[in-house]
């Protein structure tokens, strides 16, 4: 069945750059996209930007100068790296299959010193 | 960007009666293909966002026909008839007719 798995460092100094993967399993990624979507805690949900079945990108435009995202469809993973993080980064990140019927289980990250 | 504005509820709802929650778009999400680019979804305490609603209208796999989308190119509805205790959460609108994709700020369901 569709799954995807996000993970990463739970905790992220200020400044530092974030590397986050999804693993997914029962669909292929050149067939579907993939988008990543945050929510700091108590607060709502902010799409970050997307990776197409094609293997093009689009981004929200408030991250776009920190924020890349790609993949690696042989090991079925797709990667977001964001720099210069601050505290406001802090948030649950959860990334999803196009079209919003799957979503990850999400992983928590702090930013914190 | 589209922006995303959604209604509030007079929460609690008590058990067993309907719920109406409003979304605006400050543009239409009505395609020339005849689709409108809205989703819904319900994200319960504590999980992942569930998609309810897509195309405006179309209920997701496995989805409750309790639950039902309407509207038009910019004023939308989702509906939730004889509301039930597992429906409590945030519920949250979604425009995907451009980038980037945007949500409303949620609506939360609490019942009584």
């Known amino acids: 069945q569709v799954q995807l798995k996000e993970s990463g460092p739970g905790l992220v100094q200020p400044s530092q750059t974030l590397f986050l993967t999804c693993t997914v399993s029962?669909?292929?990624?050149?067939?579907?996209?993939v988008s990543w979507v945050r929510q700091p805690p108590g607060k709502g949900l902010e799409w970050m930007g997307r990776?197409?079945?094609?293997?093009?990108?689009d981004y929200n435009s408030a991250l776009k100068s920190r924020l890349s995202i790609s993949r690696d469809t042989s090991k079925s993973q797709v990667f977001l790296k964001m720099n210069s993080l601050q505290t406001e980064d802090t948030a649950m990140y959860f990334c999803a299959r196009s079209s919003g019927t799957y979503w990850g289980q999400g992983v928590m990250v702090t930013v914190s010193s | 960007d589209i922006v995303m504005t959604q209604g509030a509820l007079p929460n609690p709802v008590p058990s067993g009666e309907s719920a109406s929650i409003t979304c605006q778009s400050s543009k239409s999400l009505l395609h020339s293909n005849g689709k409108t680019y809205l989703n819904w979804y319900l994200q319960r305490p504590g999980q992942s966002p569930q998609l309810l609603i897509y195309?405006?209208?179309t209920r997701a796999s496995g989805v409750s026909d309790r639950f039902s989308g309407s509207g038009s190119g910019t004023d939308f509805t989702l509906k939730i008839s004889s509301v039930e205790a597992e429906d409590v959460g945030v519920y949250y609108c979604q425009q995907f007719l451009e980038y980037p994709l945007t949500f409303g700020s949620g609506t939360k369901l609490e019942i009584k």
């Open positions: 990776i197409q079945n094609g293997g093009s990108t």
């Open positions: 195309w405006m209208s």
């Open positions: 029962g669909f292929s990624l050149t067939s579907y996209g």
